[in-house]
């Protein structure tokens, strides 16, 4: 860079300015040091949002019945059984699988009746895909094997008054229109903290709901993965095993409300982002102006000696250049520490919402405390943010010193 | 030394300026030829037409009427990039004042337009301190404007009109901010490239003592040439 002498002009125009040059690089480091923050707090929002939604149930990853996504009919039966099940749990990277399948009845205790949609799960699995039900408030949970047995959540025994080792009447309709009747025991009550999610956790072996529907098989598998930004990936994978026609989809096609919902608040924030660019950069613009505008004659001077509008473009924007590389290297150095420290510690959102309740949204118990995103991504955003704003501000200017009149060098101003 | 290539010439070349309605007739038909390894001065009062011509000479307007050719190029038939392109190329300026970038050393700033002529890092130094030699300046190649006083700041510039070989060099008063000696040494300089090196000069001046350097004098008054001298003795 320094070997050139219009390279040189140019950082040395910046350095002659210096107080005008600090000033652009703060205000840049600010804008995009807060965007930084902003980036780094709604990634970590939008993967916990969505480890959220998956450990609430929905999976990552999810095979279903071909046709379901369109009809969402509980009654299909996928063509996987025990050995893709297998297979499946057999994928590097994948945390659990986990089969389930349902049947909507009428539990009964004494005079008391609710409806309910019944989960035909595998205890063995379930809990690790469903966090729900990893803590049992009283009793236990599932045992692999069982029969005859039901977890439910704390508003749903309320409803029917049921205490542990209760037994609990329930009648469904079954494939062939009959009507089919179990006994099933209450071996354990889940309390989530948020009632809403209570009233529908009604859990129980799959052979029971597959006794009560008249249907055998699963529904769905459900997959919870390791690492958020490898569901593409691993969808691929499983999508590539023996699966009979089964379809594999991820948690957006499952929920798209949940991803619409995650796209339209990165639109709002990237809008609020672009318009903390858009007040950095027209201040970066009017000093690059400045910067122009006073030196009119030396580019008038340089102008009549032959400097072509190209030249003069190159040397203004080299100064734009520079700005966002040091404003970059600037808010990285403010916002990095940061997020790193918030990464690490977490923001608790009950600092800002004060309640007993837990935090549901839209059926999924959020957790209180998330962790915004901290890595190497942040170097090539900074540059990115900075660069955009410093480059596109200097445009104008560039543009408006290549109109310099180089006639205007042998003009002497008196 | 008796055909010499013309490097600049003028053919009935009129100028007008419009101010709104006001309009002033800066040039009105001049004819002049400039030979290669001419030394003119160009004279006349204030407002007659010197700096008009000079910018005209040196491609940085366009006449109203008339034809300009410099170095065998018809001006009128350049665009704003190739009269860019002939200035880099062919000519050479020194203006009265505000000559140098002030960021850049006197050898960057002569350095400067031989990278805009693509002249490669090593030569391109090389030549600029060769120049600033002969000028007796290499003492002063690494200083910056302000380093330097109001006399070395016009050598520097004529050093670096001269650095590309130019065929011409157009300077407009360069002794007008200078005091008498260092207007004396400037034009010594000048006078140096030209009678070692043939560079062909053209400038204006009120001053009679740097009048007395030239070995040709163009009389301006009210945009007309009113005289026009050779002097073989100086
Ligand atoms: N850009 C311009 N717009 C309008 N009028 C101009 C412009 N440039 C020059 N003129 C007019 O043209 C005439 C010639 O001006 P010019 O600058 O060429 O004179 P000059 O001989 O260089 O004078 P001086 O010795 O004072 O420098 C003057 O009347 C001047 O006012
Ligand atoms: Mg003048």
Redesign the interface.
């Known amino acids: 860079m320094t070997?050139?002498?219009?390279a040189?002009?140019a950082l040395?125009?910046l350095?002659?300015n210096g107080r005008r040059t600090a000033l652009s690089i703060i205000g840049v480091a600010v804008g995009v040091g807060l965007g930084l923050l902003a980036i780094s707090m709604i990634r970590g929002a939008d993967s916990m949002t969505i480890n959220a939604a998956a450990g609430g149930g929905m999976g990552h990853l999810r095979v279903v019945p071909a046709g379901w996504t369109e009809s969402r009919d509980d009654d299909l039966r996928l063509a996987s059984g025990a050995d893709a099940l297998a297979a499946i749990r057999g994928v590097e990277g994948i945390a659990v699988a986990s089969p389930r399948a349902r049947v909507g009845g009428l539990l009964g205790l004494g005079t008391r009746a609710a409806h309910a949609e019944l989960t035909g799960v595998d205890p063995s699995t379930e809990p690790q895909a469903l966090r729900y039900v990893r803590d049992v408030s009283a009793g236990r949970y599932l045992r692999a094997g069982e029969r005859g047995a039901i977890v439910i959540g704390r508003a749903l025994a309320d409803r029917l008054g049921a205490e542990l080792d209760d037994e609990l009447v329930v009648t469904a309709l079954d494939a062939g229109g009959e009507m089919q009747s179990l006994l099933l025991v209450v071996v354990g009550v889940v309390e989530t903290g948020s009632r809403e999610i209570d009233a529908g956790i009604a859990q129980v072996p799959l052979a029971d709901v597959e006794q009560l529907s008249g249907r055998d098989g699963f529904a769905e598998i459900t997959i919870v993965v390791d690492d958020v930004t490898r569901i593409d990936a691993l969808r691929q994978r499983v999508s590539g095993l023996e699966l009979g026609g089964d379809e594999v989809v991820t948690w957006a096609e499952v929920a798209p409300e949940l991803k619409q919902n995650i796209d339209s608040k990165a639109g709002f924030y990237n809008v609020a982002i672009m318009v903390v660019l858009l007040l950095v950069l027209l201040g970066v613009a009017s000093a690059q102006l400045t910067g122009v505008l006073e030196r009119r004659?030396?580019f008038a001077?340089?102008?009549?000696?032959?400097?072509?509008?190209v030249?003069l473009v190159r040397v203004v924007l080299t100064e734009g250049v520079a700005i966002g590389v040091a404003a970059a290297g600037l808010a990285l150095l403010w916002a990095g520490p940061i997020a790193w420290h918030l990464a690490q510690d977490g923001i608790d959102l009950r600092t800002f919402w004060k309640s007993d309740e837990g935090m549901a949204f839209a059926g999924v118990l959020i957790e209180p405390v998330f962790y915004p995103v901290f890595g190497a991504w942040l170097v090539p955003t900074a540059l990115g943010l900075s660069l955009l704003a410093t480059v596109l501000a200097s445009l104008y200017p560039a543009w408006f010193a290549t109109k310099t009149d180089?006639?205007l060098?042998?003009?002497?101003d008196r | 030394m008796t055909s010499k290539p013309y490097v600049a010439v003028a053919e009935g070349v009129t100028k007008v300026f419009k101010n709104g309605k006001l309009e002033v007739q800066a040039l009105r038909g001049i004819d002049l030829s400039i030979e290669a390894g001419d030394f003119v001065a160009l004279v006349g009062p204030s407002g007659s037409g010197k700096?008009t011509l000079?910018?005209l000479l040196?491609a940085?307007?366009q006449p109203t009427s008339g034809e300009v050719e410099l170095v065998g190029q018809r001006l009128t038939k350049l665009g704003k990039?190739q009269r860019?392109?002939?200035?880099?190329?062919s000519?050479?300026?020194v203006?009265?004042?505000?000559?140098l970038?002030?960021?850049?050393t006197a050898a960057?700033n002569v350095?400067?337009?031989l990278?805009?002529?693509g002249v490669g890092?090593a030569q391109r130094r090389a030549r600029a301190l060769e120049v600033l030699g002969e000028l007796g300046l290499a003492e002063l190649a690494d200083r910056r404007p302000n380093e330097l006083s109001g006399g070395q700041q016009q050598r520097v510039a004529v050093a670096?009109?001269v650095a590309s070989r130019p065929k011409l060099v157009l300077a407009?008063e360069p002794t007008?901010n200078l005091d008498t000696d260092n207007a004396e040494q400037l034009m010594q300089a000048m006078e140096t490239l030209h009678d070692e090196h043939g560079v062909t000069f053209v400038f204006s001046t009120h001053d009679p003592r740097v009048v007395a350097h030239a070995s040709r004098v163009v009389r301006l008054v009210d945009g007309k040439i009113t005289s026009d001298e050779r002097r073989e003795e100086r």
């Open positions: 070997g050139s002498v219009s040189r002009y040395r125009s350095v002659r004659k030396e001077v340089l102008a009549a000696i032959g400097m072509r509008g030249h180089p006639a060098a042998l003009r002497v | 700096t000079l910018n040196g940085l307007d990039a860019a392109k002939l200035r880099l190329g000519l050479g300026f203006f009265q004042a505000y000559n970038v002030p960021v850049l960057e350095e400067f337009v990278e805009l002529q890092k670096r009109a407009d007008a």
